[in-house]
């Protein structure tokens, strides 16, 4: 087993906030995945089995897949689903998160978010996640412990 490693996380939302400050330790995507949609709609498969929850935009939680299961039907194949459903069905089983600040400020820049906080955790890697492209160090991790929670500086070298 690997050690806990020390990761960065940005929270950017009142929804970042309280679910950090309760311990609520999940991220989400509001989208559904892809590889879900082509095996409910396109091979018309129901067995949960058949629906991976490690995907391309992390490792989903088994609450995640069995809500799609039970949500799909009620959308059309190309429809557009409620941000509620989103949400739902694109809950990850832990936080997006960066292993270094360079990371946080490539992802913060140009964002229309004020009041933005940055914490410094120890956790437990999870998967990669689609901010691990461009040069951006994302990971989904379960954190542990929490060292700081401080405002975002841009550039700062906190």
């Given at each position: 087993?690997?050690?806990?490693?020390?990761?960065?996380?940005?929270?950017?939302?009142?929804?970042?906030?309280?679910?950090?400050?309760?311990?609520?330790?999940?991220?989400?995507?509001?989208?559904?995945p892809?590889?879900?949609?082509?095996?409910?709609?396109?091979?018309g498969?129901?067995?949960?089995k058949?629906?991976?929850?490690?995907?391309?935009?992390?490792?989903?939680?088994?609450?995640?897949?069995?809500?799609?299961?039970?949500?799909?039907?009620?959308?059309?194949?190309?429809?557009?689903?409620?941000?509620?459903?989103?949400?739902?069905?694109?809950?990850?089983?832990?936080?997006?998160?960066?292993?270094?600040?360079?990371?946080?400020?490539?992802?913060?820049?140009?964002?229309?978010?004020?009041?933005?906080?940055?914490?410094?955790?120890?956790?437990?890697?999870?998967?990669?996640?689609?901010?691990?492209?461009?040069?951006?160090?994302?990971?989904?991790?379960?954190?542990?412990?929490?060292?700081?929670?401080?405002?975002?500086?841009?550039?700062?070298?906190?």
């Amino acid at each position: 087993m690997k050690p806990n490693e020390i990761f960065y996380r940005l929270l950017h939302s009142q929804a970042h906030f309280d679910d950090w400050n309760a311990a609520r330790y999940n991220s989400y995507h509001y989208s559904v995945p892809g590889k879900w949609i082509d095996t409910y709609y396109k091979k018309g498969l129901r067995d949960p089995k058949d629906f991976p929850l490690c995907l391309y935009s992390g490792e989903h939680t088994a609450a995640a897949r069995d809500n799609f299961l039970q949500i799909a039907g009620k959308y059309a194949p190309a429809a557009l689903w409620s941000e509620a459903d989103l949400k739902k069905v694109s809950e990850l089983d832990g936080v997006c998160a960066f292993r270094d600040m360079a990371s946080i400020h490539l992802y913060a820049q140009g964002t229309p978010y004020g009041g933005m906080e940055v914490v410094e955790f120890e956790g437990i890697f999870v998967s990669h996640i689609p901010e691990s492209n461009a040069g951006l160090t994302g990971v989904l991790v379960k954190p542990l412990k929490t060292i700081s929670k401080k405002p975002y500086r841009a550039h700062s070298n906190s």
